[in-house]
Nanobody, 129 residues
Framework: QLQVVESGGELVQPGGSLRLSCLAS????????IAWFRQAPGKEREGVSC???????????SSVQGRFTISRDNANNAKNTVYLEMNSLKPEDTAVYYC???????????????????WGQGTQVTVSS
């Protein structure tokens, strides 16, 4: 069964950091594009960051540029894991964060949610003092 599972969300104070993990199972992410999205209460889903597995090209929403970093775990036993490192967190970063994979191929890096085929259940990130 193909699936992605997010983890790492929690309550953090403004200015703090978190690392979210996305573990893919049932498929090899070498052949997929991976992205992170988020959705805050009452707001539309927003593309946060994407990673082209084959080219390592990345893209970020302007709201997180310079604060968030997407990366793949290159350890031999963990290559199906993608991370979202989040620094200098702000209250407006509060949302459910989702990982998604696209069948369009490993060269793809897009923040358009309708291009993604597999979605996780999400992990809650709350930034509050």
């Amino acid at each position: 069964q193909l699936q992605v599972v997010e983890s790492g969300g929690e309550l953090v104070q403004p200015g703090g950091s978190l690392r979210l993990s996305c573990l893919a199972s049932g498929f090899n992410i070498d052949y997929y594009g991976i992205a992170w999205f988020r959705q805050a209460p009452g707001k539309e889903r927003e593309g946060v960051s994407c990673l082209s597995i084959s080219t390592t090209r990345t893209n970020y929403a302007s709201s997180v540029q310079g604060r968030f970093t997407i990366s793949r775990d290159n350890a031999n036993n963990a290559k199906n894991t993608v991370y979202l490192e989040m620094n200098s967190l702000k209250p407006e970063d509060t949302a459910v964060y989702y990982c998604a994979a696209t069948l369009l191929g490993s060269r793809v890096c897009t923040l358009e949610g309708d291009k993604y085929d597999y979605w996780g259940q999400g992990t809650q990130v709350t930034v509050s003092s």
